[in-house]
């Protein structure tokens, strides 16, 4: 069964660090690529980053650039997320979500979210 399960959320001030991780369990996650989301209260989801199966490409959005990186523990089937000089923007909740192909097309698997607050 293809699970993906965050954790590492929490409450930070503004300046700080925290880092999630994303558990896959049911598939190879070096195989495929591994996208991280985030909501925040009355917005719409966005994406953040994604990392390719070959890790030759990651890429991030602007918000999110030069202060959170994307990373990959073959042997424990995790991705990270590692969020640096966080702002209270950052406030949302954050998803990992990955595509795995099937006959006839994909199917996506979305984990069940972490929530991480920045605030002095």
């Known amino acids: 069964q293809v699970q993906l399960v965050e954790s590492g959320g929490g409450l930070v001030q503004p300046g700080g660090s925290l880092r999630l991780s994303c558990v896959a369990s049911?598939?190879?996650?070096?195989?495929?690529?591994i996208g991280w989301f985030r909501q925040a209260p009355g917005k719409e989801r966005e994406g953040i980053s994604c990392?390719?199966?070959?890790?030759?490409?990651?890429w991030y959005a602007d918000s999110v650039k030069g202060r959170f990186i994307t990373s990959r523990d073959n042997a424990k089937n995790t991705v990270y997320l590692q969020m640096n000089n966080m702002k209270p923007e950052d406030t949302a909740v954050y998803y990992c979500?990955?595509?795995?192909?099937?006959?006839?097309?994909?199917?996506?698997?979305w984990g069940q979210g972490t929530q991480v607050t920045v605030s002095s």
């Open positions: 979500k990955t595509g795995i192909r099937v006959v006839g097309g994909m199917n996506y698997y």
């Open positions: 049911g598939f190879d996650a070096d195989q495929v690529a």
């Open positions: 990392l390719s199966n070959t890790e030759e490409s990651t």
